[in-house]
């Protein structure tokens, strides 16, 4: 199964959530502190992925935004 690069986004960012849910709730600091260095893995993992993701697009600097083109008026 191949993960994707928005996958891993996802994963660690619900991992980073629940890590957060875990400090407020006063969960002990051993699980605390191995969920905290297992989500900076998962960090630094989720950006080698990101960066080296095999992504392709036609689109250009001069396509700008999608939902606001270059030279567009407002209404």
């Known amino acids: 199964m191949k993960t994707t690069a ?3 986004v996802a994963f660690t960012t619900l991992l980073l959530v629940i890590l957060v849910l875990m400090s407020g709730m006063n969960f ?3 699980w605390l502190f191995y969920a905290t260095l ?3 893995v998962a960090l ?3 950006v080698y992925k ?3 993701d095999n992504y ?3 689109k250009t600097f001069e396509d700008f935004y999608e939902d606001h ?3 567009q008026l407002e209404d």
């Open 44 to 46: 630094i993992y989720m």
């Open 56 to 58: 392709k697009t036609d």
């Open 28 to 30: 002990p600091f051993h």
């Open 38 to 40: 297992f989500g900076q």
């Open 50 to 52: 990101v960066l080296t």
């Open 6 to 8: 928005m996958g891993m």
């Open 69 to 71: 083109p270059i030279g």
